[in-house]
């Protein structure tokens, strides 16, 4: 079954504490995305890269890194996690950038304390 | 995204009624427009899609318009029921893709 998978689905943590979100797509894509979805803000992109080993920032990319060492991972690190980073993370995946349907994970929750 | 303004950001409607959301944006690059719904709990998922290439798209009780010239495009739904409700987001894509903030819809039975 083509999908996006992503792990934890749940996260509680404490602030400073590094934390990693695993995701994970099956259908050979070459694009990938971290969105976070704050109420009344709708999803703002975190980081994309559009191919192994080519990440570039989106609108968000303050407090986060991540990695495409394989064309089927991209991790999202949160090196020293902020109550402020608080929020639903969703993992996305397209052929390729811009004109293609996007899949999405089943979302990330986490709660920084 | 701050490129894309959609509205409104809730919508009740009767079962059996239209409901229509609509976004504005402002890259003329901008080439593919697709809708997702998001039920909650879930990711969300493609519903229907446009490029610019076409004005009017429809499937079933699902339909989108697009005006490249005044940069709005338009999700329509039909004979709504009570599985329609859920929050669906708007999204431009050229260079990259940016998202509407979503337009919460409620079905009342």
């Known amino acids: 079954e083509a999908q996006v998978t992503q792990n934890p689905r749940y996260l509680i943590t404490v602030t400073g504490k590094k934390l990693t979100v695993t995701c994970s797509q099956n259908m050979n894509h070459e694009y990938m995305s971290w969105y976070r979805q704050d109420p009344g803000l709708g999803l703002r992109q975190i980081y994309y890269?559009?191919?192994?080993?080519?990440?570039d920032k989106g609108d968000v990319p303050e407090g986060y890194k991540v990695s495409r060492k394989e064309k089927r991972n991209f991790p999202l690190i949160l090196e020293s996690p902020s109550p402020n980073q608080t929020s639903l993370y969703f993992c996305a995946s397209s052929p390729r950038q811009g004109y293609y349907e996007q899949y999405f994970g089943p979302g990330t929750r986490l709660t920084v304390t | 995204g701050e490129n894309v303004e959609q509205h409104p950001s809730t919508l009740s409607v009767q079962e059996g009624d239209s409901a229509v959301i609509k976004c504005t944006y402002s890259?003329?690059?901008?080439?593919?427009f697709p809708w997702y719904k998001q039920e909650l709990g879930k990711g969300p998922q493609l519903i229907i899609d446009?490029?610019?290439?076409?004005g009017e798209k429809k499937d079933q009780r699902i339909a989108v318009t697009l005006n490249k010239t005044a940069k709005h495009f338009s999700l329509h739904i039909t004979e709504t029921q009570p599985e329609d409700s859920a929050v669906y987001f708007c999204q431009e894509a050229g260079n990259q893709f940016y998202f509407g903030t979503g337009t919460s819809l409620t079905v009342i039975p």
């Open positions: 890269s559009m191919n192994v080993e080519a990440t």
């Open positions: 890259d003329s690059a901008s080439n593919y």
């Open positions: 446009i490029r610019s290439n076409v």
